[in-house]
């Protein structure tokens, strides 16, 4: 199985752990990636690569299963990110992916205090439509079996990292001071934070499971 944004590695352990897969994970992130070797304890499984998903290296059927969680967004080329799916599953395997989805048709103002602010401040390409993947998936061959909207759902995590960032900022002064130092550039992930929980709100932002098969014999 190719996990694709790895991040940390939890999934990747998690699938290894519970499901005894065999399982390769990439990230673009070095600190991401020296965590993750860390966590395997020498072990060839899962195993971790510093690579960019759009320029994989694999072979043409590598895999039986596709994983793939919050990554969507961070990616230039969506359309290569579906192709590369394509390219790298066996006829018959099966991708899962999780993904940040922008509204089809979101207001004005939506796109710009919500959506622009949202990708500019957390240095994303861009976030597509529901609708705009599952033509990408079409175009890369493979066929749709599933796709769930879980915005409701999701909106629960982020008022929990609401109240958790509050409850910090109302107890510790170094948060406070980090919030108000201008030359501290990741302050703004904290303004970012409440525009994802009102977009979730308002519907300007979704979240989409896409389950998605390459079909034997085309």
């Not at 939506?110 to 401040?121: D, K, M, N, Q, W």
């Amino acid at each position: 199985d190719c996990d694709v944004g790895c991040g940390y590695g939890g999934t990747a352990r998690f699938l290894v752990n519970e499901y005894r897969a065999r399982v390769t994970g990439l990230t673009v992130s070095q600190a991401q990636f020296q965590y993750a070797e860390q966590q395997t304890n020498s072990s060839d499984n899962p195993r971790y690569l510093l690579r960019n998903w759009e320029e994989n290296g694999f072979d043409a059927a590598s895999f039986d299963a596709v994983v793939s969680i919050e990554c969507l967004a961070h990616v230039p080329d969506k359309q290569k990110y579906f192709d590369e799916i394509s390219r790298v599953l066996k006829p018959g395997g099966r991708a899962a992916i999780l993904a940040w989805l922008a509204d089809a048709t979101p207001k004005r103002w939506e796109v710009r205090h919500l959506l622009e602010p949202i990708c500019r401040e957390g240095r994303l390409p861009g976030m597509g439509s529901d609708e705009e993947y599952k033509l990408m998936i079409e175009r890369a061959g493979l066929r749709l079996e599933r796709f769930e909207e879980l915005g409701k759902r999701v909106r629960k995590t982020w008022w929990i990292c609401a109240r958790r960032l509050l409850g910090r900022l109302c107890t510790s002064p170094k948060y406070m001071k980090a919030l108000f130092d201008s030359s501290n550039g990741n302050r703004v992930f904290a303004i970012t934070l409440f525009r994802i929980l009102t977009a979730y709100y308002t519907g300007a932002m979704q979240y989409g499971l896409f389950v998605m098969q390459k079909p034997v014999g085309e």
